[in-house]
């Protein structure tokens, strides 16, 4: 299937956390075939894991990514498209006096030229970008 939602760094993480949050969790099981992250996400999960010591929670982590990269969930790259809506945005944020984290720019630009849902628990990280359409399941709601 063709995804409708991206997921955040924050909220696919939910995913590994040893008591998740039971919203994300329902609504990852609800939407779990129209689900897609962003190639910087899969990059931010990656440098997480191997930023850890040898221990039982990276080796927990390096089978959850292993999973993560086998499953059906498509990684969908920071691509020409992506990049010229992003370099517009950065320079129409820029005029306003405003200066996202990269990363987030990256992630709301691969958003936007899927016409896909950002999902993400930090709202206000991506709430300046142009018509980007956004939720946070971290709350109770209806999606």
């Not at 329902?26 to 997480?48: C, N």
Request: aromatic share 8%.
């Amino acid at each position: 299937m063709t995804p409708r939602y991206l997921l955040d760094t924050n909220v696919i993480s939910e995913v590994a956390r040893e008591n998740p949050n039971p919203n994300v969790m329902r609504k990852i099981e609800r939407h779990k075939d129209v689900l897609g992250i962003a190639s910087i996400v899969w990059h931010e999960l990656i440098f997480g894991c191997h930023r850890l010591p040898s221990s039982e929670k990276r080796t927990f982590l390096e089978g959850f990514l292993s999973d993560l990269e086998n499953s059906s969930m498509p990684i969908l790259p920071y691509d020409e498209k992506a990049a010229a809506w992003h370099g517009q945005e950065r320079a129409r944020l820029s005029r306003l006096g405003l200066t996202p984290a990269f990363a987030d720019g990256q992630i709301a630009s691969i958003a936007k030229v899927h016409d896909l849902v950002l999902v993400t628990n930090n709202i206000r990280n991506y709430h300046h970008f142009d018509k980007l359409k956004i939720e946070n399941w971290h709350s109770a709601g209806k999606n």
